[in-house]
């Protein structure tokens, strides 16, 4: 069983940027990749990045140019510096962890952390 602890959420205006960060721990040797998920209000959850353990990357169309994720395989932990974020980028953010591809179900989520942009 693996778990995630997310932190680094929190309340920015528009064009600033925040850091989170997710560690996970318990059995994560098989894990394949980790990202980050978000849901807004009113609407669905979507991807918005993952990183693969040979360091292949996915970002949302949407964050493509300002979002930019890493991992540190030692520490088990990754991060999704969020730059020049808009109001469009509030949601509830949620680690998550894949036991194969991003395209299947994860095999862990984090517990979320919230991160609102004012206008």
């Known amino acids: 069983q693996v778990s995630l602890v997310e932190s680094g959420g929190g309340l920015v205006q528009a064009g600033g940027s925040l850091r989170l960060s997710c560690t996970a721990s318990?059995?994560?040797?098989?894990?394949?990749?980790m990202g980050w998920f978000r849901q807004g209000p009113g609407k669905e959850c979507e991807l918005v990045a993952s990183i693969t353990c040979g360091d292949t990357t996915y970002y949302a169309d949407a964050v493509r140019a300002r979002f930019t994720i890493s991992g540190d395989k030692g520490k088990n932990m990754v991060f999704l510096q969020m730059n020049n974020l808009e109001p469009e980028d509030t949601a509830v953010y949620y680690c998550a962890a894949w036991l194969v591809t991003i395209a299947t179900v994860p095999r862990a989520w984090g517990q979320g952390t919230q991160v609102t942009v004012s206008s």
């Open positions: 318990g059995n994560v040797y098989n894990t394949n990749a």
